[in-house]
């Protein structure tokens, strides 16, 4: 009970005869103190109010009251109570009034009525406070239930990043059981910084693949929704990669078998041209049994190639000097320049930085773009290589003048055996080579792709991430994936 009485002796009977009746009783001497009551953590059930308490209107303190605090029961003190005083005063929500001088008895029967005004309140608010939300209740329990069958991991998470539902397959994937997590924010939660990145990643909608403790992966994919903030699935994807794998084991196996009755092959059809005379029909067959076997043998060598580079790993992971290695393959492929009377010119950033990764990985990637190029450019082309770096990014452009590649096949041509439209019959190739490339820059957490206007040439553009020893030591939240450099479209 709180008394709101500026006359001292009224308040000292009034607290006597409530203390007499049990009750706890607080106290304020003008409007200020009374509202600084009403904020207190624990609030009165009702309030004596008297009406020329100091500092406000009592019947507008009273409507605020009422306005702030419906459920507290006010009575009302008054020094000349009047028909109209009464009525005015029942207006602005009063539950009672009592004439100065206050009689103690009557001041507990007001004070008692009040408080059974407020408990028959209280029960009819809880009631219609279930009513109301009871069916929601239902849906958000029958929700929840959902969310736990599920096989797929599910996380929500509100805008300041904190855990508003994950369900039970990805609290069991990530060892989280048990543990109350709602309301904890995911870096406490999680101790894996490829997910928090992704989680936080401005890639929305992208898909990811995520490893969990227990060895497990996940295609997780990262949605931002307006007003609610962030929401996480994940997709168990284990098996596929077991089947790719098996599948890689395989053709790895097969590909090496063929490989040596292909030499054998190779080495008896040579030995025909030696053995004797052969007409010119027989030396047609020959020639073309050869080049048969060239191209499977090419095809095999690619399809190890990509089994190894589909592996993944970066075994022998060193900083590497791109600007050396691009030299390298550029006069290695000076003999088939000279041959086909073309141009290849590099050009590059003043001082590089290095690059993070498989040497043999990255000269395969050069190596590839820029055979492709020269293959693919007609007598007399041009091929430039152009390096440089941005925002630690280091762009490796491979541009021609050749015949470009149709607008519609451009996203294909990163696809296994995909040879687009453009390349004749006869020419050589197995439509891996650009796999590889793909391959290679994933695994270096690059990024690729083609722009391309037939007719006029093709350019290819790599970013990757520079190698930068000092950044290693930032905390997870802080590393990010390659930004797409230059053009934001991927592939
Ligand atoms: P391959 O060269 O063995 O056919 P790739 O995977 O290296 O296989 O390339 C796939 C396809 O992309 C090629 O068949 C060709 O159609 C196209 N392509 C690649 N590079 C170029 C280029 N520089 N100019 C035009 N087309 C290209």
């Given at each position: 009970m709180l008394l709101a009485l500026a006359d001292a002796t009224g308040s000292h009977m009034a607290r006597q005869a409530l203390a007499s009746g049990g009750h706890t009783v607080g106290e304020a001497r003008d409007a200020q103190g009374l509202r600084a009551a009403l904020r207190a953590e624990i609030l009165p059930d009702a309030i004596l109010l008297e009406d020329s308490l100091p500092g406000a209107d009592s019947l507008e303190l009273l409507a605020e009251i009422k306005r702030t605090?419906?459920?507290?029961?006010?009575?009302?003190?008054?020094?000349?109570?009047?028909?109209?005083?009464?009525?005015?005063?029942?207006?602005?929500?009063?539950?009672?009034?009592?004439?100065?001088?206050?009689?103690?008895?009557?001041l507990l029967?007001?004070?008692?009525?009040?408080?059974?005004?407020?408990?028959?309140?209280?029960?009819?608010?809880?009631?219609?406070?279930?009513?109301?939300?009871?069916?929601?209740?239902?849906?958000?329990?029958?929700?929840?239930?959902?969310?736990?069958?599920?096989?797929?991991?599910?996380?929500?998470?509100?805008?300041?990043?904190?855990?508003?539902?994950?369900?039970?397959?990805?609290r069991s994937n990530f060892g989280l059981e048990g543990a109350e997590l709602?309301?904890?924010?995911?870096?406490?939660?999680?101790?894996?910084?490829?997910?928090?990145?992704?989680?936080?990643?401005?890639?929305?909608?992208?898909?990811?693949?995520?490893?969990?403790?227990?060895?497990?992966?996940?295609?997780?994919?990262?949605?931002?929704?307006?007003?609610?903030?962030?929401?996480?699935?994940?997709?168990?994807?284990?098996?596929?990669?077991?089947?790719d794998k098996l599948k890689g084991d395989f053709v790895n196996t097969?590909?090496?078998?063929?490989?040596?009755?292909?030499?054998?092959?190779?080495?008896?059809?040579?030995?025909?041209?030696?053995?004797?005379k052969v007409n010119p029909q027989q030396l047609e067959f020959i020639h073309r049994v050869k080049s048969s076997v060239h191209a499977t043998t090419d095809m095999i060598d690619d399809l190890l190639k990509l089994g190894r580079v589909e592996v993944g790993a970066?075994?022998?992971?060193?900083?590497?000097?791109?600007?050396?290695?691009?030299?390298?393959?550029m006069s290695d492929l000076q003999p088939k320049i000279q041959e086909r009377n073309q141009t290849l010119r590099m050009r590059k950033g003043r001082s590089l930085?290095?690059?993070?990764?498989?040497?043999?990985?990255?000269?395969?990637?050069?190596?590839?773009?820029?055979?492709?190029?020269?293959?693919?450019?007609?007598?007399?082309?041009?091929?430039?290589?152009?390096l440089e770096v941005e925002q630690h990014q280091l762009i490796l452009r491979v541009a021609d003048n050749g015949p470009g590649i149709p607008l519609e096949e451009q996203a294909r041509i990163f696809e296994k055996f995909y040879r687009a439209?453009?390349?004749?019959?006869?020419?050589?190739?197995?439509?891996?080579?650009?796999?590889?490339?793909k391959t290679i820059v994933e695994n270096h957490r690059g990024r690729i792709w083609v722009d391309s206007k037939p007719g006029e040439g093709a350019m290819f553009t790599v970013v990757l991430p520079v190698h930068e020893p000092e950044r290693k030591a930032m905390p997870a939240r802080e590393r990010t994936a390659p930004q797409k450099a230059a053009r934001p479209k991927a592939k």
């Amino acid at each position: 009970m709180l008394l709101a009485l500026a006359d001292a002796t009224g308040s000292h009977m009034a607290r006597q005869a409530l203390a007499s009746g049990g009750h706890t009783v607080g106290e304020a001497r003008d409007a200020q103190g009374l509202r600084a009551a009403l904020r207190a953590e624990i609030l009165p059930d009702a309030i004596l109010l008297e009406d020329s308490l100091p500092g406000a209107d009592s019947l507008e303190l009273l409507a605020e009251i009422k306005r702030t605090h419906p459920l507290i029961s006010v009575v009302l003190a008054v020094a000349r109570p009047s028909p109209a005083s009464l009525l005015q005063a029942l207006h602005a929500g009063a539950v009672d009034m009592l004439p100065y001088p206050l009689d103690a008895q009557e001041l507990l029967t007001a004070v008692a009525r009040a408080l059974e005004r407020k408990r028959v309140m209280q029960g009819w608010l809880k009631r219609e406070t279930g009513r109301i939300t009871g069916p929601l209740s239902r849906r958000i329990s029958e929700m929840e239930s959902i969310l736990g069958q599920v096989d797929d991991g599910i996380l929500v998470l509100d805008k300041q990043y904190c855990i508003v539902t994950i369900n039970q397959a990805l609290r069991s994937n990530f060892g989280l059981e048990g543990a109350e997590l709602t309301g904890r924010s995911v870096d406490k939660v999680f101790d894996h910084p490829a997910l928090l990145d992704a989680l936080r990643s401005e890639d929305s909608g992208e898909r990811q693949e995520i490893q969990s403790p227990q060895g497990r992966v996940f295609h997780m994919r990262v949605s931002r929704i307006p007003e609610v903030g962030t929401v996480a699935s994940f997709h168990d994807i284990s098996y596929l990669k077991e089947l790719d794998k098996l599948k890689g084991d395989f053709v790895n196996t097969v590909s090496h078998d063929l490989r040596s009755p292909l030499t054998a092959i190779l080495g008896y059809v040579e030995l025909i041209e030696r053995a004797g005379k052969v007409n010119p029909q027989q030396l047609e067959f020959i020639h073309r049994v050869k080049s048969s076997v060239h191209a499977t043998t090419d095809m095999i060598d690619d399809l190890l190639k990509l089994g190894r580079v589909e592996v993944g790993a970066l075994d022998e992971q060193a900083p590497v000097d791109m600007r050396l290695l691009v030299a390298n393959v550029m006069s290695d492929l000076q003999p088939k320049i000279q041959e086909r009377n073309q141009t290849l010119r590099m050009r590059k950033g003043r001082s590089l930085p290095l690059v993070m990764g498989s040497r043999s990985q990255l000269n395969q990637l050069v190596d590839n773009l820029l055979g492709n190029a020269v293959k693919y450019t007609q007598e007399g082309g041009k091929v430039y290589v152009t390096l440089e770096v941005e925002q630690h990014q280091l762009i490796l452009r491979v541009a021609d003048n050749g015949p470009g590649i149709p607008l519609e096949e451009q996203a294909r041509i990163f696809e296994k055996f995909y040879r687009a439209s453009n390349v004749g019959e006869m020419t050589p190739g197995t439509g891996l080579g650009l796999a590889i490339v793909k391959t290679i820059v994933e695994n270096h957490r690059g990024r690729i792709w083609v722009d391309s206007k037939p007719g006029e040439g093709a350019m290819f553009t790599v970013v990757l991430p520079v190698h930068e020893p000092e950044r290693k030591a930032m905390p997870a939240r802080e590393r990010t994936a390659p930004q797409k450099a230059a053009r934001p479209k991927a592939k």
